[in-house]
């Protein structure tokens, strides 16, 4: 039992603040207090009065943790749906007259505490008969009397307690992984058993060397082939079926030879049993089939393990703006919660349904749909997932959660043809005629061998069937490439698709973009020069700025924010022109801001620095420079990509300013193109593809769009702003900015582990092969070796992909 | 020779006893879940507390 010294909520031990005695997070005030406690909200309040009322405060005795604060039920009929019957019968995995269970997952539960008060709910709620928790699955199980309580009531206790149900992940749990998963461990099991016992029934036989007594070995050859029929028709089935289908479907699958050899082998030793010739290869036939369980085994949890890290931990560095009460903050997308109050600007995209409340919307769901025609939607109305806004900054409520899948999908469904890389192709080409050519070569060598020595005919029939591993040469591409995404993902990297690392490691040109990828409107200095702003002049172009999610304009926008500039509502006409600037009306005064070109300024090429003039009501009142502001770590990315033998391009969409910093990173031949239109982006790149390069765009999403789709690999440096493009095929956290080198670096070796692996499975195949074409192999260790390939394969190739990572500095596991 | 027969015809039906065995626990979610029993184990009893006035005993040592 773990003993603990809690930190006393009045002993103000560690800091100033107070701390909430139930989640032990700072309280705001030191208003909310009971039982002499203090805590930071109501929510913790109220779980705790329950747990003190029953007699449950051994919660906080258990682990160094705290409770999770609850979301406080806004709208109670949140769960009303769980009173409809039909949905009741979806989701209890039991009901009877009295009874009913179900298994419900809550992805909170994360210390022992939370599993000791899960498993004493039927304290809280006596028509609860029992509970109990599975940690690692992160789910309850519940059974309850249902004519004392309701699934609705059960599901609102756990909410209360700060334990929501993910309910709409629970089909995925209950049905698909626990039933599979399952009968295979059963077969698996069997075929265990029956092969073991199999073996030992075989060692007289074979350590006897003919003295054993007739009648003894008759009755072993007997018990082994009774021993031997669920092996064969139970656990070997799924081989015969698969092959079955594959020949149905007209294809020759890896099962084919496999089910082959198992029928030429358990043939053969019914005959010698039956004629009394031997004992047969029932051993070697059992073995097979639980080596091969094995193999297979191991090959699909490596596969769900990598597969679920994709899909449900790895969520997109992708930030959304809330209303809270104490202002706008920026939270990540996985952090948002229905009911939330969102800001989105020009050219973000919806990350979940969400009403609209205010703003003029002009939605396109070209991402959705392929309709790019932006749709007028109402105040009031529904927005889906997935829309594009294109005018001003819009105020939503958030109705439904955001679904990671949902936007993985919309992100997956472009280009879906190019997810298979050549190199997959050339795989899979050769995997195909692999099982023809073996067919070919093991009734090649039976026949070969026919007519001078049968017994070895029919060995090198069988064992060249068995010993063959087509599937090593397939998984060599497949696991490298899921475990180099993962590392990528734990490094703050998230591909489209695994194609992509192959199509990353072909390309000699990077273009940069300069605004938000290469400088950072964090690290900006702002001043403005000109006329001195009236207070509400100010006013009108922070509003104005902050409708927009350019870099200038966030860097503008802070500008003010720090001086406590705040912001009017009523803004009318707002329009952004990509590349020149945005302008909008403001009771009555027209307020523009943009580059020296589009307002009509003069002296242009005096420009040492970055500027963005502003305009009210035509008259010039000055402009805002910006500082340097590079990105932490470029110098020494750009040099280490040089090495490497990069080329590079910098396309910006501002006047030539800041050239001669850029020279002294970039070095004097690189092309530098300014002043550049998105239009002008797309068109360089267009240009230089038609040269024969494989280019690279690195951008941040928002105006250089069309220029990362027309690249081979459009590479989205994110900021904390909403940047999610359908145009990208690349996300990268811009923290992740000075590791970028490396990253690149890496995804380069994924070909190299490819190869390696496949000339690893190629050479094992060659020896196998070999050994059993002269009918000198066992079954039996064929039988061993087929699926200890397999698995070193899988061993190879992500423990390499991660050795890699090591080397390179990268991050291999979640913090 | 022919203690083997006795022997065998004992051996079989007890290894496929226990065979029965596992596949009955595996089917009964034994194995599912091989980290939360060993926390549930460690856990006391809740001491019986009256309800109003536990405060002071509920305050940690």
Known sequence: MTLFTPTHPHSHSHSHFILCFHCGEKCPDNENIFDEKHFCCDGCKAVYRMLNENGLCGYYEIDDSKGISPKLVKND????????????????????????????????????????????????NPAILRSQTDFIRKSIFIAFKKNETSLRQVVELLATLGYEPDLKYIHAVKKEEQKTDRSRIYRLTVAGFCFGNIML??????????YIDHGMNKLFSILSLGLSLPVLIYSGGEFFVSAWQGLRA???????????????TFGRSVYEIVSGTGNGYLDSMAGIIFFMLIGRYFQDRTQANLQFDRDFKSFFPISIRVRKEEGITSIPL???????RIIIRSQELIPADAI????SARIDYSFVTGES????????????????????????????????????????RENQKSYAGDMDNMVHRIARHFTLFLLLLSFGSFFYWLPTDMGRGVHALTTILIVACPCSLLLSATFTHAAIISVLGKNGVFLKNAGLLEKIANIRHIVWDKTGTITSSKNTNVHFEGISLTEKEKQNVHSVCSQSNHPLSQSISQYFSVKNIGISHVIADYQELPGQGISARLEGDLIEIGNAQWLGVGDIIADKDTRVYVKINDEIKGYFSFGTGFRVGLKATLEKLKTKGYRFSVLSGDKSAKAQDLRAYFGEDTPMHFGCSPHEKQDYIEKLRQNGEEVMMIGDGLNDAGALMQSNIGWAVSEDINNFTPASDVIMESKSFEKMASLIDYIGYAKKIVIASFILSLMYNVVGLSIA???????FIAAILMPASSISIILFTTSSARIVARIKALRTSSI | MSAIYILIGISIPVAAGFLIAFLYAAKNGQFDDDYTPSIRMLMDDPKPETKSDNTTTNQKV
Not at chain 1, 82 to 93: A, V, Y
Not at chain 1, 356 to 359: A, E, I, R, V, Y
Not at chain 1, 773 to 779: D, I, L
Request: charged share 20%; proline share 4%; glycine share 6%.
């Open chain 1, 201 to 210: 029934l075989s060692f007289p036989e074979y350590l006897s060397s003919g």
């Open chain 1, 373 to 412: 025609k932006p749709e007028h939607v109402e105040v009031g109305s529904l927005i889906y997932a997935g829309g594009r806004q294109t005018a001003g900054q819009l105020e939503l409520e958030v109705v439904k959660e955001v679904e990671q899948s949902y936007l993985t999908k919309l992100w997956n």
């Open chain 1, 250 to 264: 007209k294809f020759l699958n890896i099962d084919l030879p496999l089910s082959l050899s198992l029928a030429i």
């Open chain 1, 356 to 359: 609209l409340m205010s703003g």
């Open chain 1, 77 to 124: 009929e949140r769960f009303a749906y769980l009173e409809d019957i039909s949905t009741q019968n979806n989701i209890l995995t039991f009901q009877n007259e009295e009874e009913a269970h179900v298994q419900l997952s809550l992805p909170q539960m994360h210390c022992s505490s939370c599993v000791w008060l899960l498993e004493h709910l039927y304290k809280l």
């Open chain 1, 773 to 779: 074409v002269q009918g000198q192999m066992s079954p």
């Open chain 1, 334 to 340: 996985s952090k948002m919660e229905k009911g939330d």
